[in-house]
């Protein structure tokens, strides 16, 4: 399934950040919150992700509810693939960017396939 990953969508002095993943029959909305100031270790406490179409409705949960709030062991596991995308080695092409886009696109990914009916 082709993707594109849109990393880091931010208004100044903000501490929401928004990545989205557009694949080719929806998109995912990733919002992450942080505490403290944004340039100065920011500390990532909440992450929420929306489904929606490519027209932009949402799509609703297995249970109704259209957001989904990542906590637990996907937290720690999301946080940890975060770190990689917003390190010093990503952005100045010291690992392989590829590998690291598409184990934090498939982690999500396997959250919207748990969490939502995609038919």
């Known amino acids: 399934m082709n993707y594109t990953l ?5 208004e100044p002095g903000s501490n929401i950040v928004f990545n989205t993943i557009v694949f080719d029959a929806f998109k995912v909305n990733i919002i992450e919150r942080y505490l403290g100031r944004m340039n100065f270790n920011p500390t990532l406490y909440n992450v929420l992700f929306k489904v929606r179409t490519l027209d932009n409705n949402l ?19 999301y946080q940890k ?18 590998e690291a886009e598409q184990n934090y696109v498939h982690f999500i990914l396997s959250l919207v396939i748990a969490n939502y009916q995609l038919t």
Do not use: A, C, M, P
């Open 6 to 10: 849109e990393l880091n969508t931010q």
């Open 59 to 77: 799509i609703h949960k297995r249970d109704g509810n259209v957001r989904v709030k990542i906590k637990g062991e996907d937290f720690d596991v």
């Open 81 to 98: 693939l975060v770190q990689v995308l917003n390190s010093y080695e990503y952005k100045n092409k010291l690992i392989n960017r590829q």
